[in-house]
């Protein structure tokens, strides 16, 4: 430490009073040159940027750091949460950045817990947010292994596996710190496509004292403006194509989040298109627009897939090719041209007969309508069949899903009884949520799917959704953010039963943060995502369910402060469970039997393509024919 544990409190105090290090510094009340450790430094350097929030699990990896939390968390100037495990901390992080616009640090040991912590940013660095990760690792003196470092005679091997994932600096020279935080923010804060940056740590040095460290130096938080094309050419190009084709479709990935609804609808009337939202887009339009054609990919809707597959001019917004957006390549079927607005210039360029126009969705829109109404272009006034033919396909949707939430419940051979089918039981929570202006989160598999087929959400930023990673146990540890949030929001984790109990420590977690929330748990007893697909594929399952029976009830109520509910076999038994949830203050929890049989009525469908297993030959085949 340095110098005294006075000194350290002093400085702590300084910044709380003054509101922040520069403003410390500014004020006079804290010297510009400072002898402190580097984990001092870090948490002043982080403060800098405006993080102030800690999640995650101590080690002997991280013990200085933890004593040097611990006396600014008792000044007032951050705040430190400890959880149960390190994947929770990262999804709890993740959901933070992605719900609440908040920035966080997840802290770890060396080796194992590191490790989680890693996987776990698939999550950011799949859905573009930005998150710290620091992280405990080997001395720099190389006196022999550390416990639970990488045994291998090799330097740095940490810092070659986190380098794979994102940004990575191993904090090898405690002076690095400022170029290290520079590189950080840059990635943290991105407005391109931020994603998470690993600091590390080594456990030699983060009590390392730094003489005369200029608090000065530590880099603030980048601002970063809108950028679109400049000039008039390439929006004349595309004002060219959207002349010249008949049937145009916008397509929009997470990237269109912040577009203004009004600006896109304008641009949809003027080009007479239709949308389609991918699986984690939703609520960019609402979803009564009566040109929304809901979601589209490889599972899909009958409205969406059809919409992709006869478009000829496809406009994309802030899209990734995942199979899962574009059914592995092969959406595009009719397709002559495309014009893709994102902020990635691979990301732009992806396809063949792509007009790229690299800039921000909002900006390069907004440019784009600017140039409809000074041409004076509104084909809608001239009425195709192109939007009328989309929405009939749309009734045709809605009225399916109408007919499967009527089959309210089927026989199931495990449960010996009629119990809900999945997609009433979801609809059903949704309803609720909606009725209730909570957030809803859902996790991978097989709840996930059929969830994005249900939702229609009216805003963005009601539905959180991990399709990039499809992390199974996100949803159940993501909730927790709430209980760390400034501004916190009633929230609803849908999980299936395999995806719980990747994550079961939320309900002890919530408990110690006083998470007000809800998790609905349901329970096929089985991969129904994988098993379907094992089905369709060779026509066996195999592995992919089980015949333990859990109460999960119990299993929540053995946490003092959990709300345990069962959900029961009808709509109405689920409706009262919700309504007896809700009002209480903490984490509820509501155990829902669901159908996990291969009847009709079990599911939505699937609407389009996916290079999986034996499929991928055909899949393949089609998306070179097509040539994109």
């Given at each position: 430490?340095?110098?005294?544990?006075?000194?350290?409190?002093?400085?702590?105090?300084?910044?709380?009073?003054?509101?922040?290090?520069?403003?410390?510094?500014?004020?006079?009340?804290?010297?510009?040159?400072?002898?402190?450790?580097?984990?001092?430094?870090?948490?002043?350097?982080?403060?800098?940027?405006?993080?102030?929030?800690?999640?995650?699990?101590?080690?002997?990896?991280?013990?200085?750091?933890?004593?040097?939390?611990?006396?600014?968390?008792?000044?007032?100037?951050?705040?430190?949460?400890?959880?149960?495990?390190?994947?929770?901390?990262?999804?709890?992080?993740?959901?933070?950045?992605?719900?609440?616009?908040?920035?966080?640090?997840?802290?770890?040991?060396?080796?194992?817990?590191?490790?989680?912590?890693?996987?776990?940013?698939?999550?950011?660095?799949?859905?573009?947010?930005?998150?710290?990760?620091?992280?405990?690792?080997?001395?720099?003196?190389?006196?022999?292994?550390?416990?639970?470092?990488?045994?291998?005679?090799?330097?740095?091997?940490?810092?070659?596996?986190?380098?794979?994932?994102?940004?990575?600096?191993?904090?090898?020279?405690?002076?690095?710190?400022?170029?290290?935080?520079?590189?950080?923010?840059?990635?943290?804060?991105?407005?391109?496509?931020?994603?998470?940056?690993?600091?590390?740590?080594?456990?030699?040095?983060?009590?390392?004292?730094?003489?005369?460290?200029?608090?000065?130096?530590?880099?603030?938080?980048?601002?970063?403006?809108?950028?679109?094309?400049?000039?008039?050419?390439?929006?004349?190009?595309?004002?060219?194509?959207?002349?010249?084709?008949?049937?145009?479709?916008?397509?929009?990935?997470?990237?269109?989040?912040?577009?203004?609804?009004?600006?896109?609808?304008?641009?949809?009337r003027r080009t007479d298109g239709v949308f389609v939202h991918g699986p984690s887009a939703v609520g960019i339009l609402p979803g009564s627009n009566a040109r929304n054609m809901t979601v589209g990919g490889s599972k899909g809707s009958i409205s969406g897939n059809w919409a992709m597959e006869h478009a000829e001019l496809v406009v994309s917004i802030g899209a990734r090719a995942v199979c899962q957006w574009d059914c592995s390549g092969t959406a595009w079927k009719n397709a002559r041209a495309f014009i893709a607005i994102n902020t990635r210039a691979e990301d732009a360029a992806h396809y063949n007969k792509t007009l790229p126009l690299v800039g921000d969705a909002q900006l390069v829109l907004s440019e784009l309508v600017r140039f409809l109404r000074e041409a004076d272009i509104d084909k809608s006034k001239t009425g195709g069949t192109w939007v009328s033919e989309c929405q009939r396909k749309r009734e045709e949707w809605d009225s399916f899903r109408a007919r499967q939430?009527?089959?309210?419940?089927?026989?199931?051979?495990?449960?010996?009884?009629?119990?809900?089918?999945?997609?009433?039981?979801?609809?059903?929570?949704?309803?609720?949520?909606?009725?209730?202006?909570?957030?809803?989160?859902?996790?991978?598999?097989?709840?996930?799917?059929?969830?994005?087929?249900?939702?229609?959400?009216?805003?963005?930023?009601?539905?959180?959704?991990?399709?990039?990673?499809?992390?199974?146990?996100?949803?159940?540890?993501?909730?927790?953010?709430?209980?760390?949030?400034?501004?916190?929001?009633?929230?609803?984790?849908?999980?299936?039963?395999?995806?719980?109990?990747?994550?079961?420590?939320?309900?002890?977690?919530?408990?110690?943060?006083?998470?007000?929330?809800?998790?609905?748990?349901?329970?096929?007893?089985?991969?129904?995502?994988?098993?379907?697909?094992?089905?369709?594929?060779?026509?066996?399952?195999?592995?992919?369910?089980?015949?333990?029976?859990?109460?999960?009830?119990?299993?929540?109520?053995?946490?003092?402060?959990?709300?345990?509910?069962?959900?029961?076999?009808?709509?109405?038994?689920?409706?009262?469970?919700?309504?007896?949830?809700?009002?209480?203050?903490?984490?509820?929890?509501?155990?829902?039997?669901?159908?996990?049989?291969?009847?009709?009525?079990?599911?939505?469908?699937?609407?389009?393509?996916?290079?999986?297993?034996?499929?991928?030959?055909?899949?393949?085949?089609?998306?070179?024919?097509?040539?994109?």
């Open positions: 430490m340095s110098g005294s544990d006075s000194s350290r409190i002093s400085r702590a105090r300084a910044v709380a009073d003054a509101g922040g290090v520069t403003e410390a510094v500014d004020a006079g009340t804290l010297a510009q040159y400072q002898d402190l450790s580097l984990s001092e430094a870090l948490i002043l350097g982080l403060l800098v940027q405006g993080v102030k929030k800690y999640i995650g699990v101590f080690g002997h990896g991280s013990t200085d750091l933890g004593e040097a939390l611990r006396v600014y968390e008792q000044a007032g100037v951050v705040r430190v949460f400890n959880v149960r495990n390190e994947v929770e901390a990262s999804h709890a992080a993740t959901a933070l950045r992605w719900h609440y616009h908040e920035t966080a640090a997840v802290f770890t040991s060396i080796g194992p817990g590191a490790l989680h912590a890693l996987a776990g940013s698939l999550v950011p660095q799949s859905n573009g947010m930005g998150v710290y990760y620091l992280f405990g690792d080997e001395t720099t003196h190389d006196e022999g292994f550390n416990m639970q470092q990488i045994p291998r005679h090799e330097q740095l091997s940490f810092l070659k596996l986190t380098s794979v994932m994102g940004t990575a600096y191993a904090l090898h020279t405690a002076e690095a710190l400022p170029a290290a935080l520079r590189r950080g923010a840059n990635t943290v804060f991105n407005p391109q496509q931020a994603g998470p940056c690993y600091l590390l740590m080594p456990m030699n040095v983060q009590g390392q004292i730094v003489r005369q460290f200029n608090l000065l130096e530590l880099p603030r938080k980048p601002r970063f403006f809108p950028v679109a094309p400049g000039g008039d050419t390439a929006y004349e190009e595309a004002l060219r194509l959207i002349s010249d084709c008949g049937r145009i479709l916008v397509k929009a990935g997470n990237g269109a989040r912040g577009v203004d609804p009004k600006l896109l609808d304008e641009f949809l939430y009527e089959v309210e419940a089927l026989f199931d051979a495990k449960w010996r009884t009629k119990i809900l089918t999945q997609p009433a039981a979801i609809k059903t929570v949704v309803t609720f949520a909606d009725r209730h202006n909570a957030v809803k989160y859902f996790d991978a598999g097989d709840v996930q799917a059929n969830g994005f087929q249900i939702i229609e959400d009216e805003e963005p930023g009601w539905t959180i959704t991990d399709t990039g990673a499809s992390y199974m146990g996100f949803a159940v540890s993501a909730i927790l953010s709430s209980a760390f949030a400034d501004s916190p929001e009633y929230s609803i984790a849908f999980s299936g039963d395999g995806s719980f109990m990747m994550s079961p420590q939320v309900l002890i977690d919530a408990v110690e943060h006083k998470l007000r929330g809800m998790v609905v748990l349901f329970d096929n007893r089985r991969m129904a995502a994988i098993s379907s697909l094992q089905l369709a594929q060779y026509g066996h399952e195999f592995r992919t369910d089980d015949s333990v029976e859990v109460d999960y009830v119990a299993l929540a109520r053995s946490v003092r402060g959990i709300n345990g509910l069962f959900g029961g076999y009808t709509r109405a038994d689920l409706e009262t469970a919700l309504e007896k949830a809700y009002p209480y203050e903490g984490l509820s929890f509501i155990h829902v039997p669901v159908y996990g049989g291969s009847e009709g009525p079990a599911g939505l469908g699937v609407y389009g393509a996916w290079n999986v297993g034996p499929w991928c030959d055909e899949v393949q085949r089609e998306k070179h024919r097509l040539g994109f």
